[in-house]
């Protein structure tokens, strides 16, 4: 995977298609859809707050839209609310054609007396 930010701040995570990671039938296996997912999420919350901060999923949401069959994967994040202690973002999934496959809303939670290193 490779991690770059939008314009926005959002966070943009490019996976390229790999077929080790396939379910039985073919298609992208649904756990690599919540990774990335998850993923992008976490680096969009995580570019809003201090550095010495540690930050940690919450929850998530996500759905399972479409399959996707041989094809790479682009994770895009975009911030709903950032608080004191949370941040909330949503997460669109897409194949290499622009198409949407999954989507997800997820919960970041700000921990500011955990050590980064």
């Not at 039985?24 to 990335?36: D, N, R, S």
Request: proline share 5%; charged share 15%; hydrophobic share 40%.
């Amino acid at each position: 995977m490779t991690l770059t930010y939008n314009g926005e701040g959002g966070a943009v995570v490019d996976l390229p298609y790999n077929p080790n990671l396939d379910h039985a039938l073919g298609g992208v296996h649904g756990g690599v859809y919540a990774t990335m997912i998850d993923t992008e999420g976490w680096f969009t919350a995580a570019a809003t707050t201090d550095r010495s901060c540690w930050v940690a999923t919450s929850e998530f949401t996500i759905h399972l839209l479409e399959p996707v069959l041989r094809a790479p994967l682009r994770s895009v994040g975009r911030l709903v609310k950032v608080g004191k202690r949370q941040v909330v973002a949503e997460m669109r999934l897409e194949d290499g054609g622009g198409r949407l496959v999954g989507h997800g809303v997820g919960t970041f939670i700000i921990l500011p007396n955990v050590p980064t290193a």
